[in-house]
């Protein structure tokens, strides 16, 4: 079977960043090929790809859900911010698979209008630890895409976040939650996208199978979509590189 093309998401120098290298090793090993979407490229070439993982990295900013800047942050990535927006907008109209991954998530929900708890463990008891180790208890929805993926009522997963989902946006529902109730997974409602929203970063978790399904499910429906349209992957890659370089 050939390798569908996912796109793969990231801050605007990230080749060897442990994540892009993860994601694009998770891809491989699902049966798919990873191409970077950096930021200062244009969103419009998504539409060559058969899907889209939408990555973590820096802080949402707040401007985009409304708020003031409340809690200090690292930094922000006003042009990923931007980037990232449109491409999800895109990506939806044209029916792409999607993984949003940690900031992703976050981002998808302010796509559909939702916003943002900038310090979502501040006073909050118990462990707020962030971890790349799967250690954090996960409770999954009876119905939805994940509890379909993973097969499963709980898992464990990592943590390495400070934002996180407050009202929730138009149009999706909340299918995994974690401590003290915050969402560790958002979906559509509507069942003809396949689009699906995860806190954690399941890329950094490749010993855990049940993890692996995000990226082979991903996989499976980048493929039956490519199929649908008649292209082959050497035709996807070529006119997505035409996108790229002119």
């Known amino acids: 079977m050939s390798r569908p093309l996912i796109g793969v998401t990231g801050p605007e120098h990230y080749r060897l960043s442990p994540a892009w290298v993860m994601t694009r090793l998770a891809l491989f090993r699902a049966g798919a090929r990873a191409v970077r979407l950096p930021p200062h490229g244009d969103p419009t070439r998504v539409q060559e790809l058969d899907g889209v993982v939408v990555g973590g990295g820096a802080d949402v900013h707040p401007s985009l859900f409304g708020q003031p800047i409340l809690a200090s942050a690292p930094s922000f990535d006003r042009q990923r911010d931007r ?6 907008r895109l990506a939806w109209r044209a029916g792409l698979p999607v993984l949003a991954i940690c900031r992703g998530m976050q981002l998808m929900n302010v796509c ?5 708890d900038q310090n979502v463990w501040q006073g909050v008891e118990g462990d707020t630890r962030n971890t ?9 929805a009876e119905e939805g895409l994940l509890r379909e993926v993973v097969r499963r009522d709980t898992i464990e997963v990592n943590r390495i976040h400070r934002q996180a989902v407050d009202q929730l946006g138009d149009g999706l529902r909340v299918t995994a939650r974690g401590l003290a109730g915050v969402a560790q997974a958002i979906e559509p409602t509507v069942t003809d996208r396949w689009w699906l929203g995860v806190q954690w970063h399941p890329e950094y978790l490749w010993r855990h199978r049940t993890h ?12 039956a979509r490519r199929v649908r ?9 070529a006119a997505f590189e035409r996108l790229e370089n002119a």
Do not use: M
């Open 83 to 88: 980037f990232e927006l449109e491409l999800l």
């Open 112 to 116: 559909f209008g939702g916003t943002l």
């Open 132 to 140: 790349p180790r799967a250690q954090h208890p996960v409770r999954i």
């Open 212 to 223: 692996q399904r995000l990226f082979r499910r991903l996989r499976e429906e980048a493929h």
């Open 229 to 237: 349209r008649r292209r082959s992957t050497d035709a996807a890659l």
